[in-house]
């Protein structure tokens, strides 16, 4: 088995950069607070810039499909930068898991391609219709939506990310043939996306209800369950990235407040105690950027170690984030409590990617399970 590359390449560094730009002109921490105040679910201006402008929707989508023909590795760089950003965008959802979902159907079916096809350019957003807390494994998440016998879907759908604003849905559902992967229209009627109230305004949730809802199958039996299973897999493999990038932000503006801020004559970061913490703090972080990367280089490769992979990835990059994000409110001291200062936002979404896609809890007996261990029990 070849040993995993956890450097980032040229064109890596390249694609962060780019990104990075982007994101510090368009999307700035009172832009990202005005935009979690208002009644739209993402920034439309910052996801066409993102997604399509600069193509990284289509990161994961084969060239002849319109996409990009990257892989896990490119898709980690970007993540990391939109949770130093916290960015009130659909990338997760859309860019990954749809994407992700549907490269598991039949790609040579007109309709999925298309489909993946409008995800990759950027001008529709998909998303994947079941809860966010669903955790990989070998078992598929249970469908609470049917299949008629006139082949509309019925039923309901609670926590779904990224369903506010999305065009496409992809449904699994069960019904007289078996589990399957569905697409539906969110404009057409029988299709109900009801906002829920959301810890993370940047990311929010939604209840999806179906009442004879028309749509069209692009996965049956098998092939639904095996793609569901992968983009849950990489969907939490990947969400490790994103940790990593809310935690390097909340260490990195720790250190230059404390460099800053002064108390008794001098700097409160030459403290020895703030000293200590931030510093075990960095070494956490370390150790974070490790096994992301190892997680989304083992996706990329098709490493058979992937999903013991992410689930490490997500032991601890969980629980790292909200570390590093507690920490940036505490050492704020009384302004990082307040509203106008953005460290609020950086602790709701590590708190709310912690139950994403599995607890660090759930990922623990995931792990267990993948190398014959005992199932921790707390």
Same mark, same amino acid.
């Not at 079916?109 to 529709?124: M, N, P, Q, S, Y």
């Not at 960095?282 to 997680?295: F, G, H, I, K, Q």
């Not at 083992?298 to 909200?322: F, G, K, R, S």
């Given at each position: 088995?070849?040993?995993?590359?956890?450097?980032?390449?040229?064109?890596?560094?390249?694609?962060?950069?780019?990104?990075?730009?982007?994101?510090?002109?368009?999307?700035?921490?009172?832009?990202?607070?005005?935009?979690?105040?208002?009644?739209?679910?993402?920034?439309?201006?910052?996801?066409?810039?993102?997604?399509?402008?600069?193509?990284?929707?289509?990161?994961?989508?084969?060239?002849?499909?319109?996409?990009?023909?990257?892989?896990?590795?490119?898709?980690?760089?970007?993540?990391?930068?939109?949770?130093?950003?916290?960015?009130?965008?659909?990338?997760?959802?859309?860019?990954?898991?749809?994407?992700?979902?549907?490269?598991?159907?039949?790609?040579?079916?007109?309709?999925?391609?298309?489909?993946?096809?409008?995800?990759?350019?950027?001008?529709?957003?998909?998303?994947?219709?079941?809860?966010?807390?669903?955790?990989?494994?070998?078992?598929?998440?249970?469908? /609470? !939506? #049917?299949?008629? +016998?006139?082949?509309?879907?019925? =039923?309901?759908?609670? %926590?779904?990310?990224? $369903? @506010?604003?999305?065009?496409?849905?992809?449904?699994?559902?069960?019904?007289?043939?078996?589990?399957?992967?569905?697409?539906?229209?969110?404009?057409?009627?029988?299709?109900?996306?009801?906002?829920?109230?959301?810890?993370?305004?940047?990311?929010?949730?939604?209840?999806?209800?179906?009442?004879?809802?028309?749509?069209?199958?692009?996965?049956?039996?098998?092939?639904?369950?095996?793609?569901?299973?992968?983009?849950?897999?990489?969907?939490?493999?990947?969400?490790?990235?994103?940790?990593?990038?809310?935690?390097?932000?909340?260490?990195?503006? /720790? !250190? #230059?407040?404390? +460099?800053?801020?002064?108390?008794? =004559?001098?700097?409160? %970061?030459?403290?020895? $105690? @703030?000293?200590?913490?931030?510093?075990?703090?960095?070494?956490?972080?370390?150790?974070?950027?490790?096994?992301?990367?190892?997680?989304?280089?083992?996706?990329?490769?098709?490493?058979?170690?992937?999903?013991?992979?992410?689930?490490?990835?997500?032991?601890?990059?969980?629980?790292?984030?909200?570390?590093?994000?507690?920490?940036?409110?505490?050492?704020?001291?009384?302004?990082?409590?307040?509203?106008?200062?953005?460290?609020?936002?950086?602790?709701?979404?590590?708190?709310?990617?912690?139950?994403?896609?599995?607890?660090?809890?759930?990922?623990?007996?995931?792990?267990? +399970?993948?190398?014959?261990?005992?199932?921790?029990?707390?």
């Amino acid at each position: 088995m070849s040993t995993p590359d956890l450097l980032y390449t040229e064109a890596e560094d390249d694609l962060r950069a780019a990104v990075r730009a982007l994101l510090t002109d368009r999307c700035p921490a009172p832009a990202v607070l005005a935009q979690a105040e208002s009644d739209q679910p993402y920034d439309p201006a910052v996801w066409r810039a993102l997604g399509a402008e600069m193509g990284t929707a289509g990161l994961l989508v084969p060239d002849k499909l319109g996409g990009q023909g990257a892989t896990a590795r490119e898709v980690a760089v970007v993540l990391e930068e939109l949770g130093r950003a916290v960015a009130p965008v659909p990338y997760l959802t859309s860019a990954v898991l749809a994407v992700t979902a549907l490269l598991g159907c039949d790609t040579d079916d007109e309709a999925v391609a298309r489909l993946l096809r409008g995800l990759a350019e950027g001008r529709t957003t998909g998303a994947l219709a079941l809860p966010l807390a669903g955790a990989p494994g070998e078992d598929t998440p249970p469908a /609470t !939506v #049917r299949i008629g +016998g006139d082949g509309t879907l019925s =039923g309901e759908v609670r %926590g779904v990310a990224g $369903a @506010l604003g999305a065009e496409v849905l992809l449904i699994p559902a069960e019904g007289p043939d078996g589990y399957g992967l569905y697409a539906a229209h969110t404009t057409e009627p029988g299709v109900t996306v009801a906002p829920l109230t959301s810890l993370d305004l940047t990311r929010p949730l939604a209840t999806v209800t179906l009442d004879g809802a028309p749509t069209r199958r692009v996965a049956g039996a098998d092939r639904a369950r095996a793609a569901v299973r992968r983009a849950l897999l990489t969907g939490a493999g990947l969400l490790a990235s994103e940790q990593l990038g809310v935690a390097e932000w909340c260490l990195t503006e /720790t !250190v #230059r407040h404390t +460099g800053e801020r002064h108390q008794f =004559g001098r700097p409160i %970061g030459s403290f020895q $105690a @703030l000293k200590h913490r931030m510093a075990a703090l960095w070494l956490e972080l370390v150790s974070a950027r490790a096994t992301a990367r190892y997680a989304a280089d083992a996706l990329a490769t098709d490493n058979p170690d992937a999903p013991v992979a992410v689930a490490i990835a997500q032991t601890y990059c969980a629980e790292v984030a909200v570390h590093a994000a507690e920490e940036c409110v505490q050492l704020h001291g009384g302004i990082g409590m307040t509203w106008e200062h953005p460290a609020h936002l950086y602790l709701k979404r590590a708190k709310s990617d912690e139950i994403a896609l599995g607890t660090p809890g759930r990922h623990r007996q995931l792990l267990a +399970g993948l190398v014959e261990l005992p199932a921790p029990t707390g």
